[in-house]
């Protein structure tokens, strides 16, 4: 199989489901300007709304969308109920509810900040954001999502909470939030992850991570992440 993805992106979130049920997938990184793939595809032809992450199955066929990627590798592994609980049950709804709670009220409002064309609304979905997080920091009661399991939804969730510090959120005002954070990148496969996409831990005690041409350009330093 092949992940298209790009660094720190929400293809992270994937990324981190292979590493934590030994799936081998090879990483395919995408241009965002140019939609072109490091092995030379047109990512426009495999995903046609241009966005990562897209998975190329071993017979060609191509699923796109994180949660549902992340949600199909679940159920492909053999241990995969450990991330995602057995089909029909209350559990499974569970985990599901909060993979569409962060899609739609943390992921999508958060890119809009990385897009120029929101400019003139960023007041409001700055607001709307810190509402979401309230009520997340308060329903956090575990050490994930659901309880003590880590799920596909806490994989998905620490990916769009990393990027908080370009957003102008500092999560350390939610200490659940904070400490989820730092559970989940202490993380052994989840630390595979990110050096495997090479990138570096930064500020607010290393808990937030981002490709080092990222920190360059926001003149922020980095330390890479080890195992």
Not at 39 to 58: F, K, T
Not at 72 to 95: C, I, K, N, Y
Request: with cysteine; charged share 20%.
């Amino acid at each position: 199989m092949k992940l298209y993805m790009r660094a720190a992106a929400c293809s992270l979130s994937p990324h981190i489901v292979c590493r934590e049920l030994g799936i081998e997938v090879e990483l395919v990184a995408v241009d965002p300007a140019t939609h072109r793939a490091e092995n030379g595809d047109d990512y426009l032809s495999i995903n046609g709304n241009g966005y990562v992450p897209a998975l190329i199955l071993g017979d060609g066929k191509v699923l796109t969308e994180g949660p549902v990627i992340a949600q199909f590798l679940a159920d492909s592994a053999a241990e995969g109920t450990s991330m995602l609980p057995a089909a029909g049950t209350f559990e499974r709804s569970q985990v599901q509810s909060f993979l569409n709670f962060i899609t739609s009220e943390l992921h999508k409002p958060m890119v809009m900040f990385f897009d120029a064309a929101y400019a003139g609304a960023h007041q409001p979905i700055h607001a709307l954001i810190l509402k979401r997080l309230e009520w997340l920091n308060n329903r956090l009661k575990g050490p994930y999502l659901t309880g003590e399991n880590f799920t596909v939804a806490d994989a998905y969730l620490f990916v769009c909470l990393n990027w908080s510090p370009w957003i102008a959120i500092d999560l350390r005002q939610w200490p659940a939030l904070s400490a989820f954070m730092k559970r989940v990148g202490e993380r052994p496969k989840v630390r595979e992850a990110l050096q495997a996409e090479q990138l570096q831990a930064f500020e607010q005690d290393g808990v937030f991570f981002a490709p080092q041409a990222y920190l360059a350009a926001a003149n922020r330093s980095g330390t890479p992440v080890r195992l």
